[in-house]
């Protein structure tokens, strides 16, 4: 046991895993450095709850998603989509993709929203193996697996919020099954990960990240500035090792 053992409560402690696919791993579509190396360790720390304190998210798009590089005409994974530069675009710039499930007054409302949007590498796409609960895990008993992404017009990083406040359920569900304490673990710490853990502590709960069962996407800043929104918040960082069970 270590200096700062956490003793795992069955009763009110629930343990989240954010997007545990191959598709945020080396060799999926937006692949998270090492992101692979946390499923053994995930693997170990489910099984310190029970199967009713255990929840999973999944990011699942369909193609042509707002948050999508290939939604756009020539536009790269990464790119930042600020609403003060598509507030200019008309209909005739033609900036989106023949693919893309949304139109130009779609976007522009989006973006006058959230104000900027990543657009990332085609991952998570229903139908792909990749998009799927890691194989590590599968068969795992758990309480819900909720999908989020799946709005062609909005982006989902949280689990318990889409990208425009709109609630998943989650929140309240882990609510309504008596949780206080919420452990989070998965991929990747500077998005999914991190803004699930301050929307969160916004329904209340007391959230810990295990963060040495996570990784980063680290595009630049993002680390140090979820960080400093964890500090600001009070979401606590702790290692597995610090996790004891009942």
């Known amino acids: ?123 998570g796409i229903f139908g792909t193996a990749e998009a799927n609960l890691h194989p590590g895990l599968a068969g795992r008993n758990c309480r819900i697996v909720l999908l989020k992404g799946t709005d062609p017009r909005c982006d989902s990083y949280s689990g318990l919020r889409d990208n425009l406040k709109r609630p998943t359920g989650l929140g309240e569900l882990l609510q309504e099954d008596g949780a206080t304490r919420l452990f989070l673990t998965g991929l990747a710490l500077d998005f999914c990960v991190g803004f699930t853990a301050l929307d969160a502590r916004d329904y209340g709960f007391e959230v810990f990240v295990v963060e040495d069962a996570t990784r980063s996407v680290a595009l630049p800043g993002t680390v140090e500035a979820m960080k400093e929104a964890f500090a600001k918040a009070g979401v606590k960082l702790v290692q597995s090792e610090d996790l004891v069970a009942f």
């Open 1 to 123: 046991m270590t200096d700062h053992a956490i003793l795992i409560d069955p009763a009110t402690d629930a343990l989240v895993n954010v997007d545990v696919q191959p598709t945020f791993m080396p060799g999926g579509g937006l692949p998270v450095a090492r992101g692979d190396e946390i499923v053994p360790l995930v693997q170990r720390i489910n099984l310190l709850f029970p199967d009713r304190r255990r929840y999973m998210t999944l990011d699942k798009h369909p193609i042509g998603h707002i948050s999508l590089a290939s939604s756009y005409a020539g536009l790269a994974p990464y790119a930042q989509l600020a609403a003060d530069e598509v507030a200019r675009w008309t209909e005739a710039d033609n900036r989106l993709a023949a693919r893309a499930r949304f139109g130009l007054a779609d976007l522009q409302d989006y973006l006058a929203k959230v104000r900027v949007q990543t657009l990332w590498p085609d991952h």
